[in-house]
């Protein structure tokens, strides 16, 4: 699911044809067992491990998931990323309920469909947050319950159902994978009755890990079949061992590792020292690796439609290394939402009445109403129908705040109607006393008139969070 480098001969990721082979050798496609209970809550943490962040998909039936803990990915690729994805994968996604949405059961339910012209659509959402990683000395665990689509043989042919993190320099870059690393807790393909667990890194192609294979194993789901039951996919990162270690399970039973020698620098430290991971849900039609299973191009005439992947809960769980980082609180504040019409771009502008984000979350500010937080590098938010009238603006001012630590700061920037185009104004700002200690911070801007989609982009040499906004606003 992730885009491919740039250098031309790479392939898209997650391509793992190595294992085509063995699969076809072992593979079980019977739907043996019974299912097993269609809902469970999130697991209570075990003793000495921490809740950091979950969600329970208990929303009333036919609405999207939550604003607060997903954003949902549209269209077929990022904006300047690689087409479909960078992986080959045919469908477009979408925000609409058909595709993506609770099923009022305790379940997010993911579903690809097709058109009467034969044109697929299905969902993509990824964590707001992306700073998932293991404390110094501790242990992260990704978990998720999920049931694979429900579909097997030559209906199943070009499905890709997925649960996975990506390095948080992905966002606004979209071309430094694998090195960013890339952590597959469950993939896959064509209604094979097999789990994958996966890990990319390094450099493509070859590199440490392998690429554009990466280094990866699978087994059968445990009783039932994936297709049929639920079952519980784990990813363990242990940064309390030495050599550190990766670990896959499938309803507790580990199947993968990977150590942290098996890496080696400098590409372990390129995947472990940024700011952590989003986790991703999506289930693809086509590309590289079901159609390297299947050894022909997927999805074909006889392939069904609607078959859902459902998801009753995902949790990041922490064990030792220190106090967990600050998890959201289970009913957010209400965001401002976003106007519908012009917005005075000489007027001040709530910073979280963005259209649209990429990797902040909003919180309640000190001075009252809301800020956008957890801003760091790549993250950016969306302002649409900015009207600047005929006369420029001189400069802009933005009302922020930041806790960061020593030696962290980063660039607040104005960008107009991309967030890849070159900045028109920005400010550096690095700790202001307190992540609600509040300060008004000027930047200059080149002239714009008219009415215009500005971007704040948010630039960092860190890794760190490093800015807290509360609202801005242009002057003449």
């Given at each position: 699911?992730?885009?491919?480098?740039?250098?031309?001969?790479?392939?898209?990721?997650?391509?793992?044809?190595?294992?085509?082979?063995?699969?076809?050798?072992?593979?079980?496609?019977?739907l043996?067992?019974?299912?097993?209970?269609?809902?469970a809550?999130?697991p209570?943490?075990?003793?000495g491990?921490s809740?950091?962040?979950?969600?329970?998909?208990?929303?009333?039936?036919?609405?999207?998931?939550?604003?607060?803990?997903?954003?949902?990915?549209?269209?077929?690729?990022?904006?300047?990323?690689?087409p479909n994805?960078?992986?080959?994968?045919?469908?477009?996604?979408?925000?609409?309920?058909?595709?993506?949405?609770?099923?009022?059961?305790?379940?997010?339910?993911?579903?690809?469909l097709?058109?009467?012209?034969?044109?697929?659509?299905?969902?993509r959402i990824?964590?707001?947050?992306?700073?998932?990683?293991?404390p110094?000395?501790?242990?992260?665990?990704?978990?998720?319950?999920?049931?694979?689509?429900?579909?097997?043989?030559?209906?199943?042919l070009?499905?890709?159902?997925?649960?996975?993190?990506?390095?948080?320099p992905?966002?606004?870059?979209?071309?430094?994978?694998?090195?960013?690393?890339?952590?597959?807790?469950?993939?896959?393909?064509?209604?094979?009755?097999?789990?994958?667990g996966?890990?990319?890194?390094?450099?493509?192609?070859?590199?440490?890990?392998?690429?554009?294979?990466?280094?990866?194993?699978?087994?059968?789901?445990?009783?039932?079949?994936?297709?049929?039951?639920?079952?519980?996919?784990r990813?363990?990162?242990?940064?309390?061992?030495?050599?550190?270690?990766?670990?896959?399970?499938?309803?507790?039973?580990?199947?993968?590792?990977?150590?942290?020698?098996?890496?080696?620098?400098?590409?372990?430290?390129?995947?472990?020292?940024?700011?952590?991971?989003?986790?991703?849900?999506?289930?693809?039609?086509?590309?590289?690796?079901?159609?390297?299973?299947?050894?022909?191009?997927?999805?074909?005439?006889?392939?069904?439609?609607g078959?859902?992947?459902?998801?009753?809960?995902?949790?990041?769980?922490?064990?030792g290394?220190g106090?967990?980082?600050?998890?959201?609180?289970?009913?957010?504040?209400?965001?401002t939402?976003?106007?519908?019409?012009v917005?005075?771009?000489?007027s001040?502008?709530?910073?979280?009445?963005?259209n649209?984000?990429?990797?902040?979350?909003?919180?309640?500010?000190?001075?009252?109403?809301?800020?956008?937080?957890?801003?760091?590098?790549?993250?950016?938010?969306?302002?649409?129908?900015?009207?600047?009238?005929?006369?420029?603006?001189?400069?802009?001012?933005?009302?922020?705040?930041s806790?960061?630590?020593?030696?962290?700061?980063?660039?607040?920037?104005?960008?107009l109607d991309?967030?890849?185009?070159?900045?028109?104004?920005?400010?550096?700002?690095?700790?202001?006393?307190?992540?609600?200690?509040?300060?008004?911070?000027?930047?200059?801007?080149?002239?714009?008139?008219?009415?215009?989609?500005?971007?704040?982009?948010?630039?960092?040499?860190?890794?760190?969070?490093?800015?807290?906004?509360?609202?801005f606003?242009?002057?003449?």
């Amino acid at each position: 699911m992730t885009p491919a480098p740039a250098a031309p001969a790479a392939l898209p990721p997650r391509r793992r044809l190595r294992l085509v082979v063995a699969l076809v050798a072992t593979v079980t496609t019977g739907l043996a067992g019974v299912a097993v209970s269609a809902n469970a809550a999130v697991p209570a943490p075990a003793p000495g491990w921490s809740l950091v962040w979950a969600d329970d998909f208990t929303g009333a039936a036919n609405t999207l998931p939550s604003a607060a803990n997903w954003i949902i990915d549209t269209g077929t690729s990022y904006p300047g990323g690689p087409p479909n994805w960078g992986t080959g994968e045919i469908q477009t996604y979408t925000n609409s309920t058909a595709n993506v949405s609770h099923d009022g059961a305790g379940n997010l339910r993911i579903t690809p469909l097709r058109d009467s012209a034969g044109r697929w659509t299905s969902a993509r959402i990824e964590t707001v947050r992306s700073n998932f990683k293991a404390p110094a000395g501790g242990v992260l665990a990704i978990e998720g319950r999920l049931q694979m689509p429900n579909v097997t043989g030559d209906a199943a042919l070009g499905y890709w159902p997925a649960f996975w993190s990506l390095g948080s320099p992905y966002r606004g870059n979209y071309h430094n994978w694998p090195g960013i690393g890339e952590f597959d807790v469950m993939e896959n393909v064509n209604g094979i009755n097999q789990v994958w667990g996966v890990l990319h890194c390094g450099v493509a192609p070859g590199g440490p890990c392998n690429e554009n294979n990466g280094l990866g194993n699978f087994r059968t789901c445990p009783g039932s079949s994936c297709q049929s039951a639920f079952h519980t996919y784990r990813f363990e990162w242990d940064a309390s061992v030495s050599p550190q270690q990766l670990r896959w399970y499938v309803d507790g039973q580990q199947y993968h590792t990977v150590t942290q020698n098996q890496i080696g620098e400098p590409y372990w430290s390129q995947m472990t020292s940024h700011a952590g991971y989003f986790l991703l849900l999506n289930v693809a039609m086509g590309g590289g690796f079901p159609n390297g299973v299947a050894g022909f191009t997927t999805p074909t005439a006889a392939t069904v439609p609607g078959r859902p992947m459902l998801v009753d809960y995902v949790a990041v769980y922490q064990r030792g290394g220190g106090t967990p980082p600050t998890t959201p609180p289970t009913t957010p504040p209400t965001t401002t939402p976003p106007p519908t019409g012009v917005r005075d771009a000489y007027s001040t502008i709530q910073a979280e009445s963005f259209n649209a984000q990429n990797g902040v979350t909003v919180e309640a500010c000190s001075e009252g109403g809301q800020n956008i937080a957890a801003v760091g590098n790549g993250n950016w938010v969306r302002f649409d129908n900015v009207d600047f009238g005929s006369t420029p603006p001189r400069d802009f001012v933005a009302r922020v705040a930041s806790g960061a630590a020593g030696g962290v700061s980063g660039l607040v920037e104005v960008r107009l109607d991309s967030p890849t185009s070159p900045p028109i104004g920005s400010f550096a700002v690095a700790n202001t006393g307190g992540w609600q200690s509040w300060r008004s911070v000027p930047g200059n801007v080149s002239s714009v008139t008219g009415r215009r989609t500005v971007y704040l982009t948010f630039t960092s040499g860190q890794p760190a969070d490093f800015v807290n906004v509360n609202w801005f606003q242009f002057r003449r």
